[in-house]
């Protein structure tokens, strides 16, 4: 009894996790065949897990919160599949210099609760998610912006010193101005993101426990009802006035415990669109759905970072980013990404992910290729692994154990270092020993696009001190080379700067770039033009709903 | 009698006690920050992750924690919020209890009626055809793990048959329920079956029994009353301790057929560190233990009237 039941606990956290941890995307062309007409009003639903936190726009980063999110508000603008920039919310967006950025906003729209959307909406609620006081747990992305470091400075224990953003200011009715404390190319990108969107005035008057749980926004369909851990209900906003007005008349999001409990209730019509499906049903997935089935890569890449704060990488000396290639160069993804990870991945070739401004193929400039022979040669010629053993740290609850075991067996196998997973036991620990820097020799790690530009891939992760350099990495003749393809004045300088810089960091070895993620998963009869977005979450105004 | 249930009733408030401090600190001990994994992978700055833990009262020290929530807890009923979702705790188990009660209470019944009755059929014919068929049957049952057995009934009746929907739907229906609370229910149910069987066996032998018989008394009498009575001890002392397990135990056939009960919750407030939850949660199932275990005790002395409590 008491055995059967420890073994309950442990497969129940596993499929939780897995569940928590999984994530989906890629862009389909969907399944246009035009049998049955289409209900405009119709109604669909979509798998989604519980939102892990409160619906804010400030503090929504998790898969489930953002499909919700995604279609409640309208950001200034969207950017489309080959990376370039739609106005949605904004008439323009303009800039003469990077630094300083006019927004014009397109008159006449309201949100759900019929008040105007004014550039003011967007400075208040900029000014609201920026503010230190309200801990949004996205405020870091308002930190190009002039005066950030005064309304949230980022010491533990600081205070704020102002409430509201210096750079931010309201020219009229539907202008504003946002004055950045440095030329950023890329910031028109930036503004897509579900932060950068606008509260209405009655957001500030409700109370902390309210404001999340039903947002008022500007978007595509307004919100309904949350019922918890079992339904999101969105329905059509008539009043939108964006290009992307919704073709179906609602949205169900709909609690599954597991994937394979989502997947079966997709077969038998039960819900309409998936966004990922369990290991379980991969194998079966395509023959099941036919032409339903989607599988397509979108914007994230999985790595293996090096924990450059180590002993082992840091003494005696620093290690030789030599050795580091060398290690790339001993894993055979393409073996890897077939048979293990059930061609759910494709190989990577270089640091950006696909579908970004600026992805380049081969990337990594031949550092990601299957070469035993090379991979030994460099390993030496770099003066070989300190202690000739290896660790890669993962968290066991998130369906990783197979592949670390996997490229732990080809690295051993093609350079004979020693090579061995380092297991935590759940997402929280292994979270927890990344951030106070525990982490021996190498950890699992890996990458979701914030805005489609190839330096989101490059210089949020390998910049001193930015925000997703977990390992400590540090040169300063990188930094240097970002800060210069920064300063570019337009977007496209910029973007090939980085491209430049991609191709050499081959020369750094931040990290080894692993594959890019896909998005396996399938839809129902009842819908078609379903797509995925470059974050992999389906695109819902899309959906058409068959009568 | 009554002296005996206030004294029992007393001895719940350190067992209470001890056990909420407990489930606590091994929640404030297992590795890894629940205000941390608030913000993901990605991570926020410090400044964020302190203001965030002020806010939640995760800053105070541990005994502080504990005490303002007990106190809460006793004086208010208010079990507090989630760290990751700002929900109040009672919520969340007021949506989570209603459906494990159905199921539970479902299984039960299922193991009760079946349990009992196959084993008062083995228990009479021991050693003959229908109680080696039984203790076949219950072995196969006993050998199943769960989750093996809730595909095995989902790819039958659902998929190849079509006889049920093979999940429990949003809004869920009590003819839902059955086939997860025959799953839920079937490892008890095998291991009632035995029980009876054995000690029904056992108790055919007993002098009292032979006594019962030569009296001349009915058949119906000897079975229903003197051996039945007899023969449910031990039965009963397992329903019990049942109840609670079928409650807070049922993570696995929750998960498979997508009920979104209390087994989920635990699964998830562990993996969250979400303390307040979990104690709350637990909490209630001690309660619900302690409860079942006096009746249990109580039932004890209305079987066998040998047993008294002074």
Known sequence: ?547 | MGRYVARRLLQMIPVFLGTTLLIFLMVHSLPGDPVLAMFGDKGADPATLAAKRHELGLDRSLPVQYVTYMRDMILHLDFGTQIRNGLPVTDVLGGAFPITLQLAALAFAIELVFGIGLGIIGGLRAGRLADNLILIFTLLIISIPVFVLGYIIKMVFAFNLGWIAPNVSTEPVLSEMIAPAIVLGGLSLAYVARLTRTSMAENLRADYMRTAVAKGLPRRRVIGVHLMRNSMIPVVTFLGTDIGALMGGAVVTEAIFNIHGVGGVIADSISRREGATLVGLVTILVIVYLVTSLLIDLLYAVLDPRIRYA
């Open chain 1, 1 to 547: 009894m008491r055995g059967a039941k420890s073994a309950k606990w442990v497969t129940g956290a596993i499929i939780v996790a897995l569940a928590a941890t999984a994530c989906g995307g890629g862009k389909s062309d969907g399944g246009s065949d035009a049998k049955g007409a289409v209900d405009p009003n119709g109604i669909f639903s979509i798998e989604l897990g519980e939102p892990e936190k409160p619906l804010l726009t400030g503090d929504t980063m998790e898969s489930n919160g953002s499909a919700v999110m995604a279609g409640l508000f309208s950001t200034l603008v969207d950017y489309k599949a080959d990376g370039s920039l739609e106005m949605i919310n904004a008439e323009s967006v303009t800039t003469t210099d990077s630094k300083t950025w006019t927004v014009k906003l397109k008159p006449g729209w309201t949100f759900h609760d019929g008040t105007p959307v004014t550039s003011k909406s967007y400075v208040d609620a900029w000014n609201w998610n920026a503010s230190l006081k309200n801990a949004q747990g996205l405020a870091s992305w308002f930190a190009d912006i002039k005066g950030f470091d005064k309304v949230h400075p980022d010491a533990e224990g600081a205070k704020q010193t102002a409430d509201k953003l210096e750079g931010l200011k309201v020219v009229d009715e539907n202008t504003f101005t946002i004055e950045l404390s440095k030329a950023v190319p890329y910031f028109g990108h930036k503004l897509a993101y579900i932060v950068f969107a606008p509260l209405p005035e009655s957001f500030y008057k409700l109370s902390p426990a309210q404001r999340g749980a039903a947002p008022v926004g500007n978007g595509p369909y307004k919100f309904k009802s949350w019922d918890h851990k079992k339904k999101i209900e969105i329905t059509r906003y008539d009043g939108y006035k964006g290009p992307n007005k919704a073709k179906n008349g609602g949205v169900v999001f709909k609690n599954y415990t597991t994937l394979e409990a989502a997947y079966e209730d997709l077969k038998s019509g039960n819900v309409d669109v998936l966004r990922q499906l369990a290991p379980k049903d991969l194998p079966v997935y395509r023959q099941d759905l036919g032409d339903r089935a989607v599988d397509q890569p979108y914007s994230a890449i999985q790595t293996i970072a090096v924990a450059f704060y180590a002993d082992q990488w840091k003494k005696p000396k620093q290690v030789d980013p030599r050795v580091i290639q060398g290690l790339s160069m001993a894993i055979d993804r393409a073996t890897i990404t077939k048979t293990v990870l059930n061609g759910t991945r494709e190989p990577a070739t270089g640091w950006v992910a696909k579908g970004v401004l600026g992805f380049q193929e081969d990337g990594g400039n031949g550092v990601t290729k299957y070469d035993p022979a090379k991979a030994k040669e460099l390993i030496k010629a770099g003066g070989g692994v300190p202690g000739n053993k290896i660790s890669i740290q993962y968290n066991a609850d998130g369906g990783h154990k197979e592949w670390v075991e996997a490229v732990c067996n080809s690295i051993q196998q093609a350079t004979s270092v020693q090579c061995v997973g380092d297991g935590k036991p759940d997402f929280q620990a292994d979270l927890t020993a990344r951030k106070t820097k525990q982490v021996k020799s190498l950890y699992r790690s890996g990458w979701v696009l914030d805005y489609p530009v190839n330096a989101n891939f490059i210089s949020d992760l390998f910049r001193t001190g930015a925000g997703g350099n977990q390992g400590d990495f540090s040169n300063k003749e990188l930094d240097a080379k970002i800060a210069k393809a920064d300063s570019a004045t337009t977007l496209d300088e910029s973007v090939k700067a980085y491209q430049a810089i991609e191709k050499d960091l081959k020369n750094y070895m931040p990290s080894i770039p692993l594959w890019y993620y896909k998005v396996n998963a399938g839809f129902s009869e009842k819908v078609s033009g379903v797509a995925y977005g470059q974050d992999g979450d389906p695109i819902l105004t899309g959906v058409e709903v068959k009568k």
